[in-house]
């Protein structure tokens, strides 16, 4: 890790700025698929498909019984720890339904908004080399909790057995389908792939270029989404070891990972750079951990408010606050996707089994993001109605604003109905 | 209008199918914008203004002096109606405040979600003919009411004396500055102008382009615009002469507007295109209205539920619920931004004076997206803290996760933590 020893604003700025994301290639190639399947529809799907997946079967869609055979291919330990991070990512979104509102504005004048759950939602699981069982959990849990009516769910050719069982716990349609391809898909829909009302999910580079070129045409999405990051805040009560195992456990993800630890402790950064360099040589993939400390960051600060304030700049997606008293600090976490506090509340429990959801903004967007929440599979509606009595408290004040905008028929349609009372 | 007398499916849809907006040249354009404004920062700004709308001033930003002074030259009765809409605006969307969420998941697991207000918003207010004082308050009340500690507002030059007097009501930070470059300039930031984390408001072709492009950049906004859309459902109870005029409301706004009518009676449906033809005539406007109407479509249906279908598959920004009863239907509406219920609740009293946002979503994106709430103005922070009986109990089941994963670094870090109990 690099390390700053009580810098300036500016050279702290400079040390955590994200590398930049702009690929021309990338881009155009995203933008022909997105064209090739929004006119070419299933036939372009397959060669798509068959060209960028080696696809060879006939039919996207995975069938109830085949996903249900791979129940017999999955330890009964593996069924339980989904199963027990299943009840919590439940209950935890199932409090979150919100209640409708409704209020009489003016004596007359009834307004409300409801929450509705969106109707057909898509759900992109990546595939390569690690099955995301828990992104399966993550987004069709609280998908269901909401209410949405229907699931697709989209995932490259060939799921193992542990991603099959995972998704026969949903009643979705799945489809054996990737990339930017799975993505505008379910954006347009074809003959065999449902057109859906918002697209969620992670994937590699191509997959979230399609989901922010279709945000511009006005798709819906869970938000935009970058690799991956941690920042921990420890005080020094913080202990080295586990300090550095969250650091690894966010390095491990990818060499772009971006993992920063912030201390007022210079005893506690120097002893957690020795952890980390012993902790990392026994991981299986420490290849990629060590690429990504290369690029990380440890800070030295005078003390826990400049911590805060450098992190609620940084709006990092995780922040762990690894302090004797993490309460004090909490009030004062401005920007931030979900929030880790204390010792014993490593940043995996958040990924997997707490409860919360682990879908969260990155490069910044906690600034303006929220995270994956019940909130996210749904919509308001907002309604009034006016008697008489209430259109004629309103008549006179929506008439003269409509007219100070010269819109003269938005007055009129007040004043026809007033002439009738 | 286009009339349909009971319609199949396919003629119904293809009647109601919006013009695609493709426009390479504008795009371009708008790119070009977008790249100046970020590289060029001010300089270009003003370059920018001067060529595109004719600023001939060396400083955007508008004193809260020149604001107040604007106060003298707006009739009293003008500042009462801005009065009693803010009012209401205010009380409905207070009413939306969200609650904190905490739940103990397990036993010494406690998880927990903040809504906290963004820090920075953005506001873009339309200039043109047609000051738009309601859209200021539709933007500036929320943000206020959600707690945002920044409002940046931007709008073309020369703001008249009423924009100016309705600007000066909130403690807002107001530049002079219109267009592309203006969206551009609030989501980066230029030396005068602040960076903001979210960006609101509607706008002509550039405006709209510019926060497409700009979301695709990862920029939040609040929903895609598109012209704007009234469908009323009419039975037989309705008033021909309120539901033309509705009609015309809407048709006043823009020959793209989307204007659609669907009632169960046929001669309602005469008696409607009769008063339309009526009251088009006398409107300042007629021009643009009658241009419309040429485009929108009525449509004769058998029953209100097949009016509905129809309805929820459009998923119009407004839905006019002209009946007897509009409380039954109440329920089946499914997609769609703001209702209007019952013979006395004309849009108007949503676009100004109800309470309820007038920000709306359109082109069908009702089935994705929501109107403007207090919500749109807060973002959710998660929260979860482990005692290390709660650790203890998560620990098998996310070590289990993390492995089958692939990610060992992340079931390490659980168990470095259990190695010390």
Known sequence: ????????????????????QDNEVLRNRVKEIISQVRTGGDPSLLKLSRELDGFSGERFEISPSEMKAAAGLVSQDLKDAIDLARQNIERFHAVQRPEDISLVTQPGVYCSMQF?????????????????????????????????????????PEPGPELLYTLSL??????????????????????????????????NRYVTE????????????DMPAGP????????????????????????????DSQVVLITDSEKMLEATLKEL????????????????????????????????????????????????????????????????????????????????????????????????????????????EATPEGLDRLANATTILARAEGLEAHARAIEVRKSQF
């Open 277 to 384: 360099e012993e902790q990392v040589s026994t991981l299986p993939r420490h290849d990629i951990a060590l690429q990504c400390l290369e690029n990380s960051t440890a800070i030295l600060v005078k003390d826990l408010s400049e911590a805060m304030e450098i992190s609620n700049d940084y709006a990092p997606e995780h922040l762990i606050l690894a302090l004797e008293n993490p309460a004090a600090t909490k009030a004062k976490v401005e920007n931030a996707g979900s929030v880790f506090m204390g010792h014993y509340t490593p940043e995996s429990l958040g990924d997997y089994s707490s409860g919360t959801n682990h879908t969260l903004p990155t490069a910044g967007a906690a600034r303006s993001w929220s995270g994956v929440s019940l909130l996210s599979f749904m919509k308001t509606i907002t309604f009034q």
């Open 116 to 156: 509705k759950p969106l109707q057909k939602v898509g759900l992109y699981i990546p595939g390569g080399t690690a099955p995301l069982l828990s992104t399966v959990l993550m987004l069709a849990v609280p998908a269901l909790v909401a209410g949405c009516s229907e699931l697709v769910i989209c995932t490259p």
């Open 210 to 221: 399609a989901k922010m070129q279709l945000s511009a045409m006005g798709i819906a999405i």
């Open 228 to 255: 991956s990051e941690v920042l921990v805040i420890a005080d020094a009560t913080a202990n080295p070891a586990f300090v550095a195992a969250d650091l690894l456990s966010q390095a491990e993800h990818g060499a």
């Open 170 to 203: 949903f009643n979705a349609r799945v489809f054996r389908l990737g990339g930017a391809q799975a993505i505008a898909a379910m954006a347009f829909g074809t003959d065999t792939i449902p057109r859906v009302d918002k697209i969620f999910g992670p994937g």
């Open 1 to 20: 890790m690099k390390t700053l020893k009580y810098p300036t604003k500016e050279q702290t700025a400079k040390a955590l700025e994200r590398p930049m």
